[in-house]
């Protein structure tokens, strides 16, 4: 990177811990390219920075796969990607619906997996690979199930992509954030929370995940 400012592509940037990274990376004099499925919200937001932007949607796992290329090939190289994606239901396992549990698996893991997968041999040696699984992972509650397993799965491949890509200095980061204020769960595809802990704040969460982000990145730029 040699000093130059860090290209991240951040897929989700249309939600609201999305747009926390965008701005937060742009404050920190970062070059963001940004990915989303709300094209309302994807276009305004692009006004707004200047960023380049690609309407993406998670059940075109093609589409997603071409994320990472198209953002290294509009900011010139990529150094990190960022994935916000995420879509919560909650109910027992066997209230939940079989299109419901088709629907979390797809959004919560399948599309990060496919943006990140085609993210590898993109993303330059010493950079970063990233998605926000959430403490779910580690604290599953009752009422949760499809939804846990969804980011656990999820989880699990990041650990494994991370022993795999190890030798390039490529950093795979599993952000297990708390529960925060950001009306996630009142958005669920379908049935009502558990009783949640009390919500922690997302722009606070956001910026210590991006200064652990680009932190790695100044690092490796000095070897």
Request: hydrophobic share 50%; net charge neutral.
């Amino acid at each position: 990177m040699d000093g130059a400012a860090p290209r991240v592509l951040v897929v989700g940037a249309t939600g609201e811990l999305g747009t926390h990274a965008v701005h937060g990376l742009l404050a920190r004099g970062a070059r963001p390219a940004v990915a989303g499925r709300d094209t309302a919200r994807l276009e305004a937001l692009a006004l707004r920075t200047g960023c380049p932007a690609l309407a993406i949607d998670a059940y075109d796992l093609d589409g997603c796969a071409r994320a990472a290329p198209w953002a290294a090939a509009a900011l010139g190289g990529l150094d990190g990607v960022l994935v916000a994606v995420g879509i919560p239901a909650f109910g027992t396992a066997d209230s939940v619906p079989d299109a419901v549990a088709e629907h979390l698996m797809t959004v919560n893991a399948l599309c990060p997996m496919a943006v990140l997968r085609a993210a590898v041999p993109v993303v330059r040696d010493g950079g970063f690979l990233a998605a926000i699984t959430g403490a779910i992972v580690e604290t599953p509650l009752t009422g949760t199930a499809d939804y846990a397993a969804a980011k656990s799965a999820l989880s699990c491949w990041l650990g494994v992509v991370s022993r795999e890509v190890r030798r390039r200095g490529v950093d795979v980061v599993d952000a297990r954030l708390p529960h925060m204020d950001t009306g996630f769960a009142a958005r669920a595809v379908s049935g009502s929370p558990p009783r949640l802990p009390a919500a922690a704040d997302p722009a606070t969460e956001v910026a210590a995940l991006l200064d652990g982000l680009l932190g790695h990145l100044r690092r490796r730029a000095v070897r």
